[in-house]
């Protein structure tokens, strides 16, 4: 009995550490609300644990939401970072949405969004 209760103990104080495994993005260009002259030439976005790279996706809509056609998703500069060029697009607001698998086998989906400022005309 004293043997189970002490087990139970180990994996009650592992639990809190189990809960935060999961990959969370720790930075993104272009950033959450960012708001920019013109559309970067890609898009990164880096996590706190190395992700799957085949097993994650990142989609960007416009405000109509039609996707842009992004390149192939690669890893950054780091296996926690994806990265994708981007198409010239036009002014607007955008939506990032992605999905990554963390190595600890977990699903992570989330979204951001970004605007492109019109060109500003001299007067």
């Known amino acids: 009995m004293l043997?189970?209760?002490i087990a139970a103990a180990f994996l009650l104080a592992?639990?809190?550490g189990l809960a935060h495994a999961h990959a969370a993005m720790v930075k993104s260009t272009p950033g959450a609300r960012a708001s920019l002259s013109q559309m970067p030439p890609q898009?990164?976005?880096c996590?706190?644990?190395a992700v799957e790279l085949k097993f994650s996706s990142i989609q960007i809509t416009d405000s109509k939401n039609t996707p842009l056609k992004l390149d192939a998703l690669t890893l950054?500069?780091?296996p926690k970072c994806l990265a994708a060029k981007l198409p010239a697009a036009g002014p607007g607001v955008y939506t990032v949405q992605f999905r990554v698998l963390s190595l600890d086998g977990h699903v992570v989906k989330s979204s951001y969004q970004f605007t492109v400022k019109?060109?500003?005309t001299p007067k």
Do not use: C, R, S
Request: hydrophobic share 35%; charged share 20%; net charge negative.
């Open 3 to 5: 043997k189970t209760l």
């Open 14 to 16: 592992a639990l809190p």
């Open 43 to 45: 898009i990164e976005l």
């Open 47 to 49: 996590f706190n644990e």
């Open 76 to 78: 950054g500069g780091t």
């Open 118 to 120: 019109p060109e500003q």
